[in-house]
């Protein structure tokens, strides 16, 4: 059994990526300001924002969401960590509260501040509750998902106005500051900015989250060798796996893939049963659009509408080696069946590779998947695919059983991959 006793500056193990601090204690006191912000501004529920009014209507008006929003509170564990913040108050329990917050986060642009990030805000309020059974009935619910939908939406129209761009600052705090450029190296010579302007020329938060290499920074390696297969993303490296199987358990422990989940069991599913995959995430401070990794053709896409928060029911609350608050992160290879994503069929130019999937995958907030090819397209190495809007994801390459993909052995597991650098080789049958 783990201890009861609990360091809260202790680091989190599997909140990779960057998104929430790693420190327990650094997230409290973030959560706290933002619980003394809602008490301060005093909003009534029907002063919120319209959107936060209609989640409020869904959740009340549901018999099995309203009892699931009571009791994802309720199973919270009242043992440390859970069970307080800095202040020596209990954590959120209650959804009321939980709203508040949401109407208060989706009027906002995420900040660099205290020397560490809360990117993920919605998961960092969602935290405790998303590891309970009835928080995980509540968000694989459609009509909870569906608000979570449209009040990003509502979020993404605010984070593209210029008063967004607020966040982007040199000032202790802002995303310019030191400390927040020491998490990004080199920024002025690595993306298209302009340090001389206000905000280094950024328009907008999204503007600043989905911002340009400069030309020459990535260059595409090989770039006319189709026997290579090229990364499509930068990002670090979390599993590959072979002889995937069309359906398998993919909430267990080990998270199996279950590939007519993950292609929403599309037409094309059946030709991959069998196949490989290379999935790898995305940090907070990485590039976040999508290269595509051959030289071919668009042959489909298509976007789907999943899950925002559920996790894993195999996370639970304790690891084997002491407290584990995970969120999706722990959950990559689970969220690959259920979380909106993104589907990418290309028909490589060599026949040796044929139809292989470009997948990428929403985290929490970070959902919104823009595709910006259609099919038909001709693409090569390197060539943009689609970006996500604020924030970090995961996305998988999936090759047909077909195809002798060979992933290359200087890479393991959790080593960073840049942008299209080799990482496969497809040897001729």
């Known amino acids: 059994m783990p201890s009861q006793r609990y360091d809260r500056t202790t680091p989190v193990r599997h909140r990779v990526g960057g998104w929430l601090p790693t420190n327990q204690r650094v997230l409290e006191a973030w959560l706290d300001k933002k619980l003394q912000a809602v008490k301060q501004r005093n909003r009534l529920p029907n002063e919120w924002a319209q959107v936060i009014k209609d989640f409020q209507q869904v959740i009340e008006s549901d018999g099995d969401i309203y009892m699931a929003f009571h009791q994802m509170f309720d199973q919270v564990p009242t043992k440390p960590p859970y069970n307080n913040d800095p202040t020596g108050q209990p954590q959120i329990r209650d959804y009321i509260t939980m709203l508040d917050l949401f109407d208060l986060i989706i009027g ?9 990030l809360v990117g993920f805000p919605i998961n960092a309020i969602l935290d405790w509750p998303m590891g309970t059974p009835a928080g995980f009935r509540a968000f694989t619910n459609p009509k909870v998902n569906e608000m979570f939908h449209k009040m990003f939406d509502v979020w993404a129209t605010y984070l593209g106005t210029t008063d967004s761009a607020g966040v982007l600052n040199s000032d202790t705090g802002g995303w310019f500051s030191t400390d927040a450029l020491q998490q990004m190296p080199d920024f002025a010579n690595t993306y298209i900015c302009d340090p001389s302007l206000p905000h280094w020329g950024f328009q907008s938060w999204d503007d600043f989250f989905t911002r340009l290499f400069r030309p020459g920074i990535r260059p595409v390696e090989a770039p006319d060798d189709d026997s290579i297969v090229n990364s499509a993303c930068e990002s670090t490296l979390y599993k590959t796996a072979k002889d995937i199987q069309q359906y398998d358990q993919f909430w267990l422990k080990d998270e199996p893939y279950s590939l007519y989940h993950m292609l929403n069991n599309d037409e094309y ?52 080696d ?13 969220i690959t069946a259920i979380a909106a994503r993104a589907l990418i069929f290309i028909e490589a130019a060599n026949p040796n590779i044929g139809l292989m999937c470009f997948v990428a995958v929403g985290m929490a907030e970070v959902s919104t998947c823009e595709v910006t090819v259609q099919p038909g397209d001709t693409v090569k190495k390197g060539d943009q695919l689609g970006m996500f809007h604020f924030g970090g994801s995961t996305h998988c390459l999936i090759f047909r059983p077909e195809t002798n993909i060979q992933f290359r052995s200087n890479f393991n597991v959790n080593d960073k991959v840049s942008l299209n650098i080799a990482i496969a080789d497809v040897v001729t049958q």
């Open 108 to 116: 906002e642009a995420p900040q660099y501040e205290d020397n560490d």
């Open 269 to 320: 599913a059946e030709q991959f049963v069998g196949g490989s995959i290379w999935q790898a995430f995305l940090s907070a401070t990485n590039y976040h659009r999508w290269a595509s990794p051959v030289n071919g053709k668009i042959v489909k896409t298509v976007n789907i509408q999943g899950t925002y928060y559920a996790e894993s029911p195999a996370t639970g609350f304790y690891g084997d």
């Open 322 to 334: 002491g407290p584990d608050p995970a969120g999706p992160n722990l959950s990559q290879s689970f």
